[in-house]
């Protein structure tokens, strides 16, 4: 039915009649294609009824879905949606940073555990998932910087117990940086006015800070200008996600511009249809 679907424009407008919608053919260069696919079938017999695709697979002579096959295909798309969400977010090309990692990972493995009692036909699917998340990241669910830089983004608020870890490793670098702080402002000044002046304000600027910074509610990153140290900390630990989706939408973008039929296009033309192509809601 997809391989049909794009061989004319006569099939399309037969989809475009009897589902309203037009299907979404799976391809080897974005990996969540065939989620979106199936997720478009699904959406089209919940919108228009199972007839929609059954006049459909009758015009392209294909054989029709079978109950326990849209079954399948709809535990999938539930099952795969949290999956496809985790990883759009960890491959945005804005505001993803290392503080974002363990929160989705987190919240990924436990939506895939409440999967788990309502699904039987995926539950080898579900179990496949969680081996895979825990064969990749279950490492790094102990890591202190990752998790100092979650608590920096406030973005994780459970797991008390590796939480405390990210806690001591904030504490430890707040008051290195507190005592680094209080030495240059020790070369300018005298200790003969206030003898433990060094260990007051190291314990003030460290443990204070960390203290205001966790009980404000608001998430914006202006609030990080209001404490220093926390932002020179959430600034060194929340370095952005290394990921190669941005690179793989300009390349498909590209290739879509440069066409067999535009060969002769040169190269200070083509650079500029792909800026314009690319930004083109800034137009």
């Known amino acids: 039915m997809w391989n049909k679907s794009g061989r004319s424009y006569m099939a399309a407008e037969i989809v475009e009649d009897k589902c309203k919608l037009q299907l979404i053919r799976p391809n080897k260069t974005r990996w969540n294609s065939t989620y979106m ?128 870890a990210g806690l001591v490793y904030v504490r430890q670098h707040l008051d290195q940086m507190a005592e680094a702080a209080v030495e240059q402002v020790g070369q300018h000044s005298s200790d003969e006015d206030d003898f433990f002046s060094s260990m007051k304000s190291r314990r003030s600027q460290g443990t204070g800070e960390l203290d205001g910074y966790l009980a404000c509610i608001s998430n914006k990153m202006d609030l990080l200008n209001s404490f220093p140290h926390i932002k020179n900390l959430s600034l060194k630990l929340n370095t952005g996600l290394p990921a190669s989706a941005a690179c793989e939408r300009l390349f498909s973008c590209a290739g879509l511009l440069f066409t067999a039929k535009r060969a002769r296009m040169n190269s200070a033309n083509f650079e500029n249809q792909l800026l314009l192509k690319l930004n083109k809601k800034f137009i």
């Open 37 to 164: 696919a199936v997720e478009r079938i699904i959406r089209i017999i919940q919108e228009n009824g199972e007839d929609a695709i059954r006049n459909v697979c009758e015009e392209f002579k294909v054989k029709m879905l079978s109950p326990a096959e849209i079954v399948f295909l709809t535990e999938y798309c539930t099952v795969m949606k949290p999956v496809v969400k985790a990883l759009n977010i960890l491959q945005s090309e804005t505001n993803t940073h290392m503080g974002w990692l363990l929160p989705v990972i987190f919240q990924l493995q436990t939506k895939l555990i409440r999967l788990e009692t309502s699904f039987k036909m995926c539950l080898p699917l579900i179990r496949a998932v969680q081996d895979g998340v825990q064969k990749r990241f279950g490492g790094m669910m102990q890591e202190p910087e990752l998790i100092a830089a979650s608590i920096l983004k406030n973005t994780w608020t459970e797991r008390g117990e590796i939480i405390e």
